[in-house]
């Protein structure tokens, strides 16, 4: 286990068949983004926290510098050199993966929630929920891989 919680977790529930394709579709579709989302999910899951809109929006603000100038203008790269060169490609997707795990660092320092026992998926949806209005089917579709 990594000093990150979080980030063993993101890994961990990232690797379930189905939930790239979901967080993906709300990252394309909805404009999610995915740490954000997989933070909303640990909380709740893990940590047995029930976030509010204002933690929503104070956790997201910390990162959002991050995410803007470095984990989207990567994923741009990624994304244009994957049709191109597949050897920068393959780079361009570590840096993508290292600059994530740097905001799920910061996303880690900003909640300040370790894992205590409590959590549900129910908490997590809830969670989830704050950051999809009105509801998405993939959204649905990864609550129910999280169960």
Not at 4 to 19: K, Q
Not at 29 to 42: Q, S
């Amino acid at each position: 286990m990594s000093a990150n919680p979080f980030w063993d977790f993101s890994l961990a529930v990232y690797g379930r068949p189905g939930v790239p394709a979901c967080c993906l579709a709300l990252q394309d579709r909805r404009g999610v983004d995915v740490n954000v989302l997989l933070f909303a999910a640990w909380a709740g899951l893990d940590c047995g926290i029930r976030l509010s809109a204002g933690d929503i929006a104070r956790i997201d603000g910390s990162v959002s510098g991050w995410r803007d100038e470095m984990v989207r203008p990567l994923r741009a790269l990624r994304r244009r050199a994957k049709t191109e060169d597949d050897a920068l490609y393959r780079r361009m997707k570590a840096a993508e993966l290292e600059a994530e795990r740097v905001q799920q660092d910061r996303l880690f320092a900003a909640g300040g929630f370790l894992p205590q026992p409590g959590g549900s998926v129910e908490l997590a949806a809830a969670n989830m929920a704050l950051l999809v209005p009105g509801g998405d089917p993939a959204l649905d579709e990864l609550v129910g891989v999280l169960s």
